[in-house]
């Protein structure tokens, strides 16, 4: 079993790169948040403008970043379709890991040139014009004017989020 470490600041080349692309960005630090929705309560931002990333593999073994609005969750045959490919599965915790060694695991910065695979935004994310995200750390985030991010980060926009379910499918069937 992996043990859940926690990087003592933001991913240094997150700040780099934000600052060399014009990227104006506010950092935050936070109580020790796993999940984005944690994050966005911790930041004291609406959650459906603290995106998440996702890291996939595809049919044909690419690697690749889907983001989205905490609120929501991967349609994976939808981001398969997104992507080109018969499927997309998620990575496990390792292989996301990977992607950014420098940074706690599920908190990659959704930017390709430091990350290396191609990152897949949702359209909702869209809407915002602002969006926070993970600094590679559980307890860092930073808010960005979403359109200098996308444009500085080259990202690729397609439908294949769908908003999650405010209540258990056991509740809604009587069980308890």
Excluded: N
Aim: proline share 6%.
């Amino acid at each position: 079993m992996e043990t859940t470490r926690t990087t003592a600041g933001p991913y240094p080349a997150l700040i780099d790169w934000l600052q060399q692309h014009d990227v104006g960005y506010e950092l935050r630090e936070h109580p020790l948040a796993f999940t984005a929705t944690e994050a966005a309560h911790a930041e004291g931002v609406e959650p459906a403008t603290f995106a998440k990333v996702v890291g996939v593999r595809t049919s044909d073994g690419r690697d690749a970043i889907a983001l989205l609005d905490a609120t929501d969750q991967v349609d994976l045959g939808e981001l398969a379709g997104v992507m080109g490919v018969k499927w997309v599965a998620l990575l496990g915790e390792a292989a996301f890991g990977a992607l950014a060694p420098g940074c706690d695991v599920g908190t990659a910065p959704p930017i390709p040139d430091l990350v290396g695979v191609p990152v897949y935004v949702d359209e909702a994310v869209r809407s915002d014009p602002k969006i926070s995200f993970h600094a590679g750390s559980h307890r860092h985030a930073v808010r960005v004017i979403r359109e200098a991010w996308e444009r500085a980060a080259g990202v690729t926009y397609g439908k294949f989020a769908v908003h999650r379910r405010s209540t258990r499918a056991y509740m809604e069937r009587g069980l308890t």
